[in-house]
């Protein structure tokens, strides 16, 4: 059996941007074809290139490709998998039991987020700035990039997972197939396995997500839920405000000042009336505008996110959002561009697939507690698989695994309890035993 | 006789930024050694390293020079001049004419702007889109820097008038300092070079500027102010907001957005009240903030100066502006800290020595129109160095050469009518053969 | 039988906001005594007028009672009953059956909202501009006055219930108290009754209130919720900030702007970030400040009001509305005072009662649709009487009864299905007679 | 001769706004009549009503002006000078001295501003709380008015300057205007007074005005400036938003928020950079909207003002004015609709004037230090009685009187020494003399 806490640490110290996860990729083949999986998909295999051509930000030009595989070779990734990933992200494993069966996929999502994680300089639990990733060194060796959303436990339980069933193989039925998703942080990652059509014949998708909440409380250690109905949609745009330079002393009735106009765009933003029939947010995430301190700024970028949990509330907020943009270009007199990157759909978990988590989780003495419902509390791509499986007659679940942390999801300090891991993967393994 | 529209040209096409001018700087030295100027100062001649190392952003390290030192080489600059700089910018001639008279120094600034040039595609001055730098060939090579405060000729006429004073040395008297100057846009340029002392035993100061205004019109070609009394005090502060992140739809509560602290600091400086007893001026010209879209923003920085004609409005206007972000901090509940690049100072042009240009330019045809009184509107360390050596007895001037434009200064469209250059050389010449 | 449309519209004409409803009250006593209400209070007997004392905005001083009398009897309430209530609002009936049996209470408010309402030109339904307040002749009489929060039918159907209760008395059991409080929309209302000892003896407290929602949609005609679990908290505050005037071009340095700190504040408070545990809201209401144009605006006032669905939620909101406030004040260098109107707490209604609301509600055939939990999706005061009858072992819920409406609730165009005044009082009465 | 501080004193208890100054015409009527100036113009004789009929907020009805009237007489001014004026303000005492000579004009204006006077409780000057009209008994008793511009020393300037005319009359020559014009505060006073033909024929524009600055100082005592170049052009608007009213929980969703978009727009108003080319201001001085806390504000106004120093200045000012209340229409998704007042112009004193009051102020010994220009540093109608007297070939000056203070002019604690007034007297009667 694999190691899933010593796998989770390796992929938290190499943490990899969506769209670049070439040595976590390269590492999840060479695993599974250790473990004797008998169908691997990597590198053109496993995403939908033509959809990903027109989706914004997405480098997978053959130099940025080629400057990842050298990275990851350089960082430990076997050469041999390296070269077969062809720099494109993404590992689906494939398991024909041979035994008629139902078709069961399951999405690891294996990309960081991009900031820097926190380093602590304690070097026992006891000390106030102990954090265990510095302490125990497998803190993220990449500036600006992290594991702070728990992908890296999500990749781990996907290998352990892979390596219970190829143990004893012969107690599971149908086929499996184990999805290593890439970019769930930006777009079309989800999408872009879909558009591929390895989705097109299952019966049941399966997610694992850590540390969500339930009834208003982080789920910690020894607990569970079983799905969600909340995943919220989500549309993210990077605006621009195009105004003009000047001298802010000798000529600034010249000058058309895009950073104020990006700030009064910003603070009305999060000003918007939330809608009184469910859940909704914006968030402006980055500002950056300007050029030197004696100088009108030219031009300056918000980028921004806006959630709704149901089509009436994201039309609503869309409504307001533009309203806002249209009008701080008005106030300063300029035109704003803006790339969209689409949007991430709502959804909701198929309760008999939570009946049934419902019944395993009973059954595994780490799970103390289960609950049957539990808050995503925001947007995961998950929703577009599960909603694919759905409206092709299969079922879908978003299992929330319980675990305590040390900072909330997306902040820099965020680590976890790795004793959930193989609780989970145990939890998925009887899935498919039943 | 060199000729000025090349070398301008020349300049404008390679603009270097404050404290990394070492093409600049070589070819500076190589053409003053051509022209025989006997008293060449260079490299840790030049500035007061020490005080320099006091002032935050200036990187005069080892590694950084030697990546000056070999971009310019790279760039055309003769690899002997660019070892004498030592990859420090900034260069002195010094004639001492050995006729009895006065220690005249002039001042030209080298650096450039930190933002991109225009690019024009018109081929034909009749094209709407024309920009000569473009058409011509002399467009900055370097993303994001441009010349576009006319130091590119500032520098081409002090060149000018090594070369008419060493063609004809034995009409000039007394000792004659030319003294090329970085960093203007930043601080410390001016600074550095009074602190070493060179200006201990200038009698007459003199510096001229392209492109500014006199009775609230910008001057263009054919006229000149021969001095002014409206330089601003200017003190500029990077300033960050320490927020803390967190996932916006999962724990919107615990974060603490840096974003917006700075968004309502920034609306709110630029809304301070002006003083009624003079000039006042505050900017914010940078915004640079955030890690993703789908983060609260943690950490957030402001780039900002403010600027009184009094001390009396600067210490208004500083009283303000530190009300304004100790309230956006108490707003958001968070700190800041900041990077101060202290004042640069108000200043008085010398009557007795405005007097004298205005004689002086009279007898230069080109200068058709001629105002005693220009407007800077704005901040330049050629107040240090006024000041310094009006308190120590002698005079200074800040000359303004009249040149039409096709934007307003820092503007990104801003280039000018050269025949300005061998006129304001041809002034200079006739301040020092009086 | 009374006649509750015709009521509903009296009550409808002569709007009285909180504290003032004289006029209203005096008509409840005299329609309570015609109908043979064995005991009822009036005057000083309704209300604790030494906690009404402490409330901030609450006149009941003897001139301001006289004026409401007087006005009260020019609007056509009976002379003697103007007097009974002593110009003080609130009167309760209390029928005491003689037959055992609970006691139970209800509450109606009766007090209007301050803004105009709306005033249709339209003369027949199809008309664009019908209103039918304004075409049948009921629109509020009172300039600034308006019911548009439907206290003017839960009047109406706490008189038709007493009429149902007096016309078959011996139907009835235990000891019933119908409670017509004034002043739901400010604060202490509710308060002041309890404190009065009026609730001490009850077991079951009922409360009705149109046009709550349910599963997101608003409770339209024949619909009904038997109760609600989403009270929110709510504290209300009246912030001044005071400057300094000064003429915004003479002398701008030495004025401080309030009008701008105000401005600074209600942009970023409307900007907190909301809590992801529950739902909570912030809203700045009323803003006035300023004496002239030419003017810099010396004294400003917000009406602002937070909310949180638990307490948790609340103390969030509250210190991060103190945020914004002490940073606004600091942004602009002054001081805010301000007047606490108290916090209207959280409550949840009684299962038990919303069972047996849920089997009588099925027995009337005008509630088509019988919703179990429905959401206020705000604020009432009904939680203080509710929460301190459960405090004591008795029972509480609050009722939705759905009507068709012309306009969300608060707004000045709020008119209603009044059908549904029967089927409400029909249900609180089987309520009684189980 | 009569004694103008007690009748400054007197005018200081009594202000009245502009378009109700009524007693104060009255009392001017009964002085001049007691002076036996020979011809006196009051009532419909004063201003061109057909004009002011055009001007917003301008109430000169029946009812108003009757109840003006009462007021007046109520108020000490005697019942036949009250009747006289029919409710109209502004007066005009015409001197025809029989010799020849110019036609002079004096303007004087009488109205006072919108706020409370401060109210000090100290009763000796050494007291920290003192405050000469309160301690004196001249405070006003016009709760939200206050003389604080000084228009009550204006008012008996111009009466003590009949005096000394109608004492020595074979002094005088030419025909002398002495105007005293309501409404300065407002608009349309001086306009009123032009479009009626008072200034057709007059030569001589002299206005005085107390406490003004020159050289960046306020004039004090002994003190004065013989005219101003720095009139600005001033335009007032009353700008209100129209939003929606709704619940802020209920159904935030469907409210329009008219306050946040006066705040958006009041903070990005003041937030206008300032053109360079000379004086520019803009304030917002008063802001009212909102009807309860718990609903979202449906209307909101703003009273803004703008000024610039030449037409072009002006210019830039409206269009962006303009542009943030359109963009904070649009961000907030509202109209907005506005009263214009029109716009007071800029204008210059004529050279020749201000050098023969340099001549004459210098013979007075009060005047210790004559400033030949001043600032206003704002805008008076003033400016259209100078132009159009300039435009048909006459003179015009704005006389600075210099005056210690108690607070800067339109703050609500400013009184001034009142030993200035028989000064400022002298000085025009020497005017008239030369």
Not at 36 to 55: H, K, S
Not at 271 to 285: C, F, P, Q, S
């Amino acid at each position: 059996m694999i190691d899933s806490i010593a796998l989770r640490r390796e992929f938290h110290k190499y943490p990899e941007a969506g769209w670049t996860e070439v040595r976590t990729s390269a590492r999840i083949l060479e695993i599974l074809e250790s473990l004797g999986v008998p169908e691997i998909l990597c590198g053109r295999e496993v995403l939908d290139l033509d959809l990903l051509a027109t989706g914004p930000g997405i480098d997978l030009s053959e130099p940025a490709r080629r400057a990842n595989m050298q990275r990851a070779a350089a960082e430990g990734a076997g050469a041999a998998y390296v070269e077969r990933t062809e720099g494109y992200p993404g590992v689906i494993g494939i398991i024909d039991t041979g035994r008629p069966g139902p078709t069961y996929a399951f999405r690891f999502d294996i990309d960081c987020l991009e900031f820097d994680e926190y380093d602590g300089a304690g070097r026992s639990p006891a000390d106030e700035e102990y954090y265990r990733p510095s302490a125990e060194g497998y803190r993220s060796v990449h500036a600006g990039k992290a594991h702070a959303c728990g992908h890296d436990g999500h990749t781990a339980i996907g290998l352990l997972l892979a390596s219970m069933i190829m143990e004893s193989l012969s107690d599971y039925k149908g086929t499996i197939k184990l999805i290593f998703q890439p970019a769930e942080e930006n777009y079309l990652g989800a999408a872009g396995i879909v558009a591929k059509g390895h989705l097109d014949d299952v019966d049941q998708m399966m997610i694992v997500h850590l540390a969500l909440s339930a009834e208003n409380e982080p789920l910690g250690s020894h607990t569970l839920c079983c799905g969600v109905k909340d995943f919220m949609a989500c549309r993210q745009l990077d605006v621009t405000y195009h105004g003009e330079a000047a001298h802010p002393c000798g000529a600034a009735q010249e000058g058309k000042n895009a950073l104020l106009a990006c700030c009064s765009a910003a603070l009305n933003l999060h000003a918007i009336a939330m809608h009184e029939k469910g859940l909704g947010r914006v968030n402006v995430g980055v500002i950056r505008g300007g050029t030197v301190t004696n100088v009108i700024c030219p031009e300056c970028t918000i980028c921004l996110e806006y959630r709704g949990q149901y089509r009436e509330i994201s039309e609503y907020l869309g409504r307001r959002v533009f309203d806002i943009l249209d009008g701080a270009a008005r106030q300063y007199d300029m035109d704003y561009t803006y790339v969209d990157y689409g949007e991430i759909p709502a959804g909701v978990c198929s309760d008999e697939l939570m009946d049934r988590v419902q019944e395993e989780a009973a059954q595994i003495p780490w799970f103390e507690k289960v609950y049957y419902e539990g808050n995503v509390g925001g947007s995961d791509d998950a929703a577009v698989m599960i909603n694919y499986v759905q409206d092709r007659g299969g079922l879908g679940t978003y299992i929330g695994i319980g675990t305590e942390t040390t900072g909330p999801v997306h902040n820099p300090k965020f680590d976890f309890d790795e004793e959930c891991l193989p609780a989970a993967a145990e939890l998925l393994a009887r899935m498919l035993r039943r």
